[in-house]
Each structure stands twice: as C-alpha cells, then as structure tokens.
C-alpha cells in the first residue's frame, strides 16, 4: 500500500517550529514511519536540499494535492512552482480506510491546450463546483487579509501625504484613463509569474577563474599595436611632454662631467641638473685668482662681484619679495655682518652696501687695528655713505636675536686670529644669538671654523668643506673659461642663467 503514494505531490503541516513543506513522495518507510519528500518547498520557499525526510511524530496534518494518473510516471515529473505556491487550491482531501488523505479531482488531458489571455479570462464564466470553493477558502481568506493590510497602509500613506502638503502645492490632474483600462495593463505588465529560484548561489570565483585576463590584454595590445589606436581604459605610456624651451629633435646624449681639475679631490659636488663640480685644494684655487687678475680681473672687480652674488642670495634667505616690499615696511630686517682684517673681510664688507642700498638694516662688526688693508680701507668708505651701522666692539652688537649673520671672520691664512679675544668674543655672540649663519668663503674642512653654518657661499669652484659649512652654494665671480684652461682645469660653466647655483653632495 505505501508503494502506491509514491510520486504524489503532499503538503505537511510540520506545526508552528518547523512549518508546512509540499514536495512529491519519492520514499515511504512503514517500519521506521519516515516519509520523504523530493525537490520539497518550505513555505513556499524553494528548498536548497533536493530531498527530506520527516518522522510520524513531526507531522501534524498531511494533505495531497496531486495523485498521479496512470500514464504518469511516478519517480518522474517536474514540481511545478505555480502547482506548490498555492496549497491546496482546486482539491478536495478525502480520507479513506487506512486513515489517509485521498485527492478527488477530475482528471486531466495529455493534449496540450491553449491558455487563454488574462484579458479574456476575465470574460470568461469560471464555475466553481463546492467541494473547490470549500478547499480554496481558507486561501481567499488569507489573501483577503493581506490586501485589507495593503489598503490600510495606503490609507495611512494617502491621509500622511494629503496631511503634509504644501497649501499652494498644485495636485496634479489624473489622466483620463479608466480604472478597468489601467488595471488590465498592469494586469498584462506584472500579471505573470515569477521565474523558479535557482538551487544554488552564483559562483563567482569558479566563473571569474574562466576568464584569462593576459590572454585578453594580450590581443588588445597587438590590436592597438597594428592599429596605432589606444583602447580606452588600458594601461599605456604617455607621450612625451616637452617645455618650451626644450628641443623635440634628438640630441647627443648629455655629458655630466664637464669640469675636469688636474688633481682629484675626494669631494664632489653635483648641480639641480646632475652636472657634477669637483672640488679644488686651496693651492689651485689660489693660483686661478692670480692667473685671473693678471689678465684684469683684479681683487676690486672680484670684490664686487662676491658682494653682488652675496647680497642678492641673502635677499632671497630673509625672504626676497615677500618681505622686501614697500607694504612692509615695518618689517624691516636686520643682518649681523662679522668681518675681520682680511680680504675675506672686506668681501663682507662689499655684501654689507649692497644689502643696505637694498633697505636692509645692516650692523657691521670690524675690530679696530692700526693699520688696515687697502682693500678694506676702501669698502668702508663707500660702506659709510649708506645708512648701515658701523661698530667695533661685540657690545654694541644687538642682545636680540637679528634675521641673519654673514660670517667673515675665518681666513685661509692667518689663523693666529682665532687666538684674539675679539674673535672670541664675537663667536661667542655669534653663537648665542640662535641666528642662521651665512659663511662665505669659509675655509677648508681641515681648519676649525668657531661658528657652525647653514649655508656656505664658495667663490669659482668650491673647496672641499666640511659638514660644519652646511648646505653648499657656488657663486660665479666672472672667470674666464681660458684662465682655467691655462691652470689645467677643463671648464664648462654649471650655472646655465643664474649667478649662485646650489651644489649637493654625491
């Protein structure tokens, strides 16, 4: 007898723990009273579980809504999702001897029929025998109850808006449809059913693997590549950007070593520009100014020149024209200029004028000596036709901290300097004023410098400082090509349009 149920569509009601699940009978189990069911639905959900079994203690009430004919075949057969949406609707549960639930419906064609249109469905007279209306009321009772759910949140939707609009916001007119015309094209639009859930979930990893993306890029290079086009989105290099300045025809390559000096030093230099400028030792940086001033470049003209490019870099170091401007004028800055009695100090010195005439307010610190250098002797006097400030004691010198001092104290030669207590005393200032230093032309690394610097200014071609002159800077004083050539330095100039270039440590 349990053999003849197999491929009928049941509904179980489970209780309120574990739901109702419909599905067609693949097993039935007399000795272990275990039903099972195949491609089950759980309240009217798809299950992802091809099969389920129940016990007899689990199941509360047990329905069929299908038995199979006798052209059908019991182990086959599609669940229908429009056949177990609906329990129960079109049936009629008997029970027979043994207790179980017998279907009573009229049975049903193999012929294919034709499925007339919702439109003309509506037409049409449905007759609905007793035993039917019975069987589906419990359906149209819960569904009357939704839509009276549905219409009651559209009152409390319609009285919310009608409640919340503006007084003059116009309402718009209705169209002049009919309520029968709107409906039965909703009706044609969103009347059919939905597709079967599908049993498992998208495999996204399994699919993305399928697809091989160098293969892909691959093709679309040799696309573009034979035909000269750039697809969008695809990883390609840019062509080439040049300044106005810069020449699109090929060159020679570019030489960077373009300073060659007879002896090699152990320090370099390189530009912003990668050339690279070695270091000189003193002694050749030495015999280039004499060379130099016995073809006319005399100390006066190299004494100007270290005062231009001195100036014009410590312009730029107290802030250039944003604070030297006419608006500011309050703003005055104050330089510290610390000379002694030497030709270092007199480039100071020639630093200090320009810097006045440029309305920096300029304090010039010289010790007084009996005798002076020419050279000094001379840059005073024009020092003193500008409005600097002109002391020789370090107690005239300003207890505030100034924007900058220039360091011309240190000399190459006369180092019995370091041992007077004037140096020592304006070291010392020097020292406690916690202001940037400006060294020019400081000594070599192997001499002790008694004020530690942020910047150094070198004259030609640098010497090989130390890591107490700071950061490097290169000023051009106006030598000729040829006077280096004549000392055995192969010269190309490494300050393309300026006069004071920054050099960095290779």
């Known amino acids: 007898m349990a053999t003849d149920w197999l491929g ?55 329905k069929i809504l299908q038995i199979p004919g006798p052209g059908d075949s019991k182990q086959s057969g599609e669940l229908q999702h429009t056949e177990l949406g609906i329990p129960g609707i079109g049936c009629q549960v008997g029970t027979n ?15 294919p029929q034709a499925i007339p249109r919702r439109t003309d469905m509506k037409n049409q007279e449905v007759v609905i025998s007793p035993q039917q209306q019975q069987c589906s009321k419990s359906y149209m009772d819960r569904h009357l109850e939704s839509l009276n759910q549905s219409k009651g949140f559209r009152r409390r939707h319609n009285s919310w808006s009608s409640s919340s609009r503006h007084p003059n916001q116009v309402t718009p007119k209705k169209s002049g449809l009919k309520n029968g015309q709107m409906k039965s094209k909703d009706d044609e639009c969103f009347g059919d059913d939905i597709e079967e859930i599908p049993d498992t979930d998208f495999d996204f990893e399994g699919n993305l693997a399928l697809f091989d993306k160098a ?55 390189c530009t912003d520009s990668g050339l690279v400028v070695p270091s000189v030792s003193y002694e050749l940086h030495k015999k280039v100014l004499s060379v130099a001033e016995k073809h006319g ?42 000379c002694g009695p030497h030709v270092k100090g007199a480039q100071g010195i020639s630093c200090g004028r320009h810097l006045s005439n440029h309305d920096v307010h300029v304090i010039l610190f010289l010790p007084n000596f009996v005798k002076m250098l020419e050279s000094i002797t001379n840059e005073l006097n024009l020092f003193s036709k500008t409005q ?119």
């Open 388 to 506: 600097g400030q002109q002391v020789s004691s370090v107690k005239d010198l300003p207890d505030t901290p100034v924007d900058l001092v220039i360091n011309c104290l240190d000399c190459h030669e006369n180092a019995f300097l370091r041992d007077q207590p004037w140096y020592k005393a304006a070291v010392d200032w020097a020292n406690q004023n916690r202001a940037p230093v400006l060294s020019i032309d400081p000594p070599m690394s192997e001499m002790e410098q008694g004020i530690d610097a942020k910047w150094s200014l070198a004259l030609g071609l640098p010497l090989p400082l130390g890591e107490r002159a700071g950061r490097v800077y290169l000023c051009d004083i106006g030598i000729p090509q040829k006077v280096f050539q004549e000392v055995g330095i192969n010269y190309h100039s490494p300050f393309g349009c300026k006069f004071v270039i920054p050099l960095h440590s290779t």
């Open 215 to 269: 293969a892909v890029f691959e093709e679309i290079d040799t696309y573009e590549r034979r035909s000269g086009t750039r697809s969008r989105g695809t990883p390609n290099e840019r062509p080439a950007r040049y300044r106005h300045d810069e020449n699109i025809l090929e060159s020679e390559p570019v030489v960077y070593r373009r300073i060659v000096v007879p002896q090699n030093t152990n320090k370099e230099f």
């Open 8 to 62: 009928s569509i049941v509904s179980i009601n489970c209780g309120d723990s574990l739901g109702v699940y419909q599905g067609r009978v693949s097993a039935v189990d007399q000795i272990s009273q275990t039903i099972s069911l195949t491609r089950p639905f759980h309240n009217g959900v798809k299950c992802l579980v091809p099969e389920v079994t129940f016990r007899a203690g689990d199941i509360t009430e047990l």
């Open 97 to 111: 001897q043994n207790g179980t639930g017998k279907l009573l419906k009229k049975p049903t064609s193999s012929a």
């Open 297 to 338: 470049l005399t100390l006066e003209r190299r004494l100007e020149m270290t005062g231009v490019c001195a100036s014009q870099m410590a312009l730029s170091l107290l802030g250039g024209p944003n604070r030297l401007n006419p608006k500011n004028v309050h703003q005055r800055p104050t330089v510290a200029l610390l």
